[in-house]
């Protein structure tokens, strides 16, 4: 895999140096090194074949020390969902599918809607309950039906008019409140190309 510049022992030495693992042998084993933004912890594996330092997440390399190789097409999952922990009971393997699927199983997507879920005005997620008119999210939705909509089709209708009327796209954007870039893509069609 690596051409370590580093022993496999080194590497197990750095890595349980900026391990904090309690007593309860079931509580998360948090990471207290180095993290991407994400949150999710980093550590350096060594040197590749060109002399680079290559980086790996703390969590594979918590599985592969302590319970086994793992596959090339698997991800290492937390069960937990705390992204710097290392305990390998916490972590299993699983595909991109079962990972995406874990996501949204534990309300952890980004985005407020899961599909066939709706928030009730309440903000609470329950099945079959609508807070908006956006019905139900389907593949291949477009416009407001899709949940990662931020205008309307008023606001698409308008910014066009403005512009075919000689408005210029900057003074569109700022009045409608919507980025340049998105009034350009409005109106040449790269988006909202339905209406």
């Given at each position: 895999?690596?051409?370590?510049?580093?022993?496999?022992?080194?590497?197990e030495?750095?890595?349980?140096?900026?391990?904090?693992?309690?007593?309860n042998?079931?509580?998360?084993?948090?990471w207290?090194?180095?993290?991407?933004?994400?949150?999710?912890?980093?550590?350096?594996?060594?040197?590749?074949?060109?002399?680079?330092?290559?980086?790996?997440?703390?969590?594979?390399?918590?599985?592969?020390?302590?319970?086994?190789?793992?596959?090339?097409?698997l991800?290492?999952?937390?069960?937990?969902?705390?992204?710097?922990?290392?305990?390998?009971?916490?972590?299993?393997?699983?595909?991109?599918?079962?990972?995406?699927?874990?996501?949204?199983?534990?309300?952890?997507?980004?985005?407020?809607?899961?599909?066939?879920?709706?928030?009730?005005?309440?903000?609470?997620?329950?099945?079959g309950?609508?807070?908006?008119?956006?019905?139900?999210?389907?593949?291949?939705?477009?416009?407001?039906?899709?949940?990662?909509?931020?205008?309307?089709?008023?606001?698409?209708?308008?910014?066009?008019?403005?512009?075919?009327?000689?408005?210029?796209?900057?003074?569109?954007?700022?009045?409608?409140?919507?980025?340049?870039?998105?009034i350009?893509?409005?109106?040449?069609?790269?988006?909202?190309?339905?209406?």
């Open positions: 895999m690596i051409e370590d510049a580093h022993k496999q022992g080194n590497l030495e750095r890595f349980w140096r900026y391990v904090e693992k309690p007593d042998p079931n509580a998360c084993w948090e207290q090194g180095s993290c991407y933004p994400n949150g999710y912890g980093i550590m350096c594996l060594g040197k590749n074949k060109d002399g680079k330092h290559k980086t790996g997440l703390v969590h594979r390399v918590a599985y592969m020390l302590l319970v086994g190789p793992i596959p090339e097409s991800c290492v999952c937390h069960y937990c969902d705390n992204k710097k922990c290392v305990n390998p009971r916490h972590l299993f393997l699983g595909t991109q599918a079962d990972n995406i699927h874990d996501m949204w199983q534990k309300g952890r997507a980004r985005t407020p809607f899961k599909p066939g879920v709706r928030s009730n005005p309440e903000g609470e997620f329950k099945v309950v609508r807070a908006s008119p956006r019905t139900e999210i389907k593949p291949g939705q477009c416009g407001e039906q899709c949940y990662a909509s931020k205008y309307t089709v008023a606001q698409v209708k308008k910014a066009r008019q403005m512009v075919a009327s000689g408005i210029t796209p900057t003074k569109v954007a700022r009045h409608l409140g919507i980025s340049r870039n998105s350009y893509d409005i109106v040449h069609r790269r988006t909202w190309k339905h209406i």
